[in-house]
Every structure is written in C-alpha cells, then in structure tokens.
C-alpha cells in the first residue's frame, strides 16, 4: 500500500512541476485534469471516497471543461514571460506565513487528549436522532445529513464560479457589425 501512495505523491509532485513549467496553454490544462484526477486516487486510497469523487468530478470535469472554454475564446498561446511581479510574491509569502503561524498552537496530528476526541458534546449525540428525523446513528446522520449541507455549499460555489467565468469570457454576438457601423 506504501508503494502506491509514494508512487501516486511523486506522480502528483512531477505532474506539478510540469504545469508550472511547461508553455503549451492546451497541455497545461490537460496536466491539471491529470493532477485532479491522481489527487482524487489518492484521497481514495486515504479512505475519503466523497472528497475523492469531488475532485474528480469538480477538479478534473468542470475545471477542465472551463478551462478549454477559456483557451477556446482566448487563445492558444502563452503570452510570454513577463517582469516578476514582487506585490503578488509578497502577498502570498505573508499569506503562507500567516497561515502557518495559525497552525502553530493546534494540537499535534492523532494526539489522545485533542478536546475533539474527548468526546462528542453530550447534546449534540441526544438530539441527532430527533434532528435527523430517526437515523439510528450519529455517524449516519453527521453523513446523510450535516455533510449534505456542506455539499451543497460547495455545489453552489463552483456553480457560481462557473457562472461568472462564462459571464466575464463570453463574445457579444453584434461585435462584428459594431466595427463596421463605426467606420
């Protein structure tokens, strides 16, 4: 089993670097769809079956279906490289710091004696078959119910996204004739 992880982490570190390296836009948006689709593999092999499905379905269908769209009304090339920009690399050190700081007083990974697994809070395990409408199990309605929530939030998110991508990219059909009324 240690094979495959390790063997699907440095597929996932090479397919990586070589989207952030490679030049070809069409190529690069193929890798991603790959990277997407390892990295659910690899959430399934973890036991995470509905994040893995996510991915697979969100990471590497839509993304890569908006994606082609985008290359599709943009077009197919990289327009080349450009001075670094040092605002955007400074925004996103200080991000990566602050985040990391923020993770600095969690409790280690596994510790026995994390509040979380403690116990459940008391009322929470009393009033989860009343709420879940009978679910025998706490798990089943954390599953059946709680996570639906959480599943649609992200639906509507990607909806959105997806959404405003096309409002933002689409064509006006009357450009053409605007030009040559103009002229």
């Not at 193929?30 to 079956?49: C, H, K, N, R, V």
């Not at 009033?127 to 409408?133: E, F, Y």
């Not at 509507?156 to 605007?178: F, Q, S, Y």
């Amino acid at each position: 089993m240690n094979l495959i992880v390790f063997t699907i982490l440095a597929m996932l570190a090479a397919t990586a670097v070589t989207v952030a390296r490679i030049r070809d836009l069409w190529a690069a948006i193929m890798f991603t769809g790959i990277y997407s689709f390892l990295s659910a593999s690899w959430m399934l092999i973890l036991d995470a079956p509905d994040v893995a499905f996510t991915e697979a379905a969100v990471g590497a269908g839509i993304s890569t279906v908006l994606m082609l769209s985008t290359l599709v009304l943009v077009g197919p090339s990289d327009a080349g490289r450009r001075k670094p920009a040092l605002v955007p690399l400074t925004v996103v050190t200080i991000t990566g710091c602050a985040l990391v700081y923020g993770t600095l007083d969690m409790p280690h990974f596994g510790d026995p004696n994390d509040p979380i697994h403690l116990h459940p809070r008391p009322s929470f395990v009393e009033k989860s078959q009343v709420d879940m409408h009978g679910l025998p199990n706490v798990i089943t309605s954390v599953l059946a119910s709680y996570r639906g929530y959480d599943t649609l939030g992200e639906t509507t998110v990607v909806l959105t996204a997806g959404i405003a991508v096309l409002l933002i990219l689409r064509k006006e059909k009357d450009e053409p004739e605007r030009e040559a009324v103009s002229q």
